[in-house]
């Protein structure tokens, strides 16, 4: 990897802003010229124009993608021919490292280092990985009667739009393009209000890297009005959303309403992380229990926003766990040695302060953090914070929060921690920590979530199925399993006659 460093102060003065949409291979403005201010929570400052699309919009954008997946100029590819174009452009994704982390950073308020380190390249290796699996994928053949065939196939659905939200905008992307094009598909995309750039930029680059004018389309604009002319569009086959648990439910509405098109949902969480006394390394856990919580700022679907700690060690642990937090204090985005930056904008802010408020109003003891940072710069920053003495019927306990702060609970009994994790609407994942191996396989099993991580926190990878059980969601992303949300399965009968 290159190590020069940068001074990304300067990169940012100079650094290009292109707010247009991508639509049929080029960079258009919205058909009524309107666009919305892009605003960095870094400093609260304009850094350009966005295309605000609306209804017209996304009807040529559809238009152009179904265009494109009628005249087969992807969707008839050859899989090598779709391997090898999205191969180049995952390497063009990361020739492009330092660009994309600057806007990401810069649009976003999440520090240089870990756009650099982690965003840029999760992206590029989700659409290598669908690259590389997509011509080592067979169909099936059904046990039939001797007289007959029976193909089972999947293929591409057609038109796939994909609502994407503001916390990891490009791997959020990714996760839907990587699996959706390497099955052939046509999309368009609609990236969040809050983090437009990379989605446009990352659409450049695919054309270059030979991806056919029309198969990705990217139409920036607001939830109500872009997001939602896609989601009710009559000529869209499936929506990938991820995004809250209450445009969740309104996407199945609008599917409803429109082509009964599939709707595959990533949605919020408020994930349980156990700390059983048994537990041998409780220095490491208090590290992950902080540092996964802090991490992206809070603004993580898994974070691990109810830590759960049994009663007989709760005292010493919480201690461990608060004396993590300065490591954690706000910084400058751009900063190469910040590992926390800003929340993504203003409303974001006032929202997060505003549970900070009610966990202060309900009876739970701020140990903490609990304010605002960075105030002179006029950008958005919290403190982390972490609230002791929450039970799980607290509104800090019960809602997502998406900002830096930590509800602590205690419990007393294994069966006590696994009714409260599983006393939540949410579902996505789950922390066990135990050296009692029958214990952490009991409470794994026990837990209403997709992922549970035992004695570790921090683990991925694009191999593996992500997305939750209950209001956390449905299908999964990553891993050869993302396929089944944008493939049709087909069955062929043929009659074999006897000679
Ligand atoms: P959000 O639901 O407000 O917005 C997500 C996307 O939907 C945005 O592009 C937005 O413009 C669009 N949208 C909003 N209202 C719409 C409407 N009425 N019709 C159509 N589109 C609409 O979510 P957010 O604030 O951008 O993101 C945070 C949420 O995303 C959190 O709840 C978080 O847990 C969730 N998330 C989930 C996962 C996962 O994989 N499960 C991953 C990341 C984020």
């Known amino acids: 990897m290159d190590t020069k460093i940068l001074d990304w102060h300067s990169q940012a003065k100079t650094c290009k802003l292109d707010g247009r949409a991508f639509i049929d291979g080029r960079r258009l403005a919205a058909i009524d010229g309107k666009t919305f201010d892009c605003v960095s929570p870094i400093d609260a400052k304009i850094l350009t124009q966005v295309s605000r699309c609306q209804t017209a919009d996304v009807d040529l954008a559809v238009k152009v993608a179904r265009t494109a997946f009628n005249d087969g ?17 995952a390497e063009k994704i990361l020739a492009a490292r330092e660009e994309l982390a600057l806007l990401e950073t810069l649009d976003m308020g999440k520090p240089i280092k870990w756009s650099l380190s982690v965003d840029v390249p999760a992206a590029a290796r989700c659409i290598q990985w669908y690259a590389e699996a997509l011509d080592k994928i067979y169909d099936e053949i059904a046990p039939t009667a001797h007289n007959a065939l029976a193909l089972i196939q999947r293929e591409a659905m057609g038109v796939v739009g994909c609502i994407v939200p503001w916390n990891y905008p490009m791997i959020m992307s990714a996760w839907k393009l990587g699996p959706a094009l390497a099955s052939g598909n046509s999309v368009v995309l609609k990236p969040s209000e809050k983090s437009p750039l990379t989605a446009m930029r990352l659409a450049e680059l695919g054309l270059e890297a030979g991806l056919p004018s029309g198969v990705l389309n990217v139409v920036p604009g607001f939830g109500q009005e872009a997001g939602e002319a896609l989601a009710l569009h009559m000529d869209v086959d499936a929506i990938g959303f991820t995004g809250s648990t209450r445009v969740g439910r309104k996407m199945l509405e609008y599917s409803g309403q429109s ?3 599939r709707v595959f949902n990533e949605l919020g969480g408020k994930s349980a992380n156990i700390i059983f006394a048994d537990f ?42 608060a004396s993590q937090a300065p490591q954690h204090a706000p910084g400058d985005p751009l900063d190469v040695n910040t590992i926390m930056g800003a929340l993504v904008d203003e409303s974001q802010l006032r929202t997060v302060m505003s549970y900070i408020e009610a966990g202060n109003a309900q009876g739970a003891k701020c140990i903490v953090g609990g304010t605002q940072a960075r105030i002179e710069s006029g950008g958005f920053y919290v403190n982390p914070t972490i609230f002791d003495r929450v039970n799980n019927d607290m509104k800090i306990a019960r809602e997502e929060i998406f900002g830096p702060v930590l509800s602590v609970i205690r419990f007393k009994t294994e069966e006590q921690a696994i009714a409260m994790a599983n006393d939540s609407s949410y579902g996505l994942q789950a922390g ?16 209403k979530v997709g992922t549970v991580h035992v004695n570790q926190y921090d683990d991925d990878d694009i191999t593996v199925p992500f997305g939750g059980y209950k209001q956390s969601g449905n299908g999964r992303d990553k891993s050869l399993h993302a396929f089944e949300k944008y493939t049709e399965l087909k069955t062929t009968w043929l009659r074999i006659e006897a000679a």
């Open 280 to 321: 041998e390394d409780l220095d490491r856990a208090a590290k992950t229990a902080a540092g996964s919580m802090f991490f992206n700022q809070g603004e993580s679907c898994n974070a691990p926003s109810r830590l759960l700690v049994q009663e007989e060690i709760a005292d010493a642990f919480i201690e461990k766990v």
């Open 432 to 447: 066990v920590w135990s050296s009692n191996i029958n214990r952490a396989h009991r409470v794994a099993r026990a837990l």
């Open 259 to 261: 082509n009964l098109k």
């Open 73 to 89: 100029r992807w969707s008839r590819q050859s899989p090598a021919e779709r391997k090898r174009v999205l191969q180049k452009w």
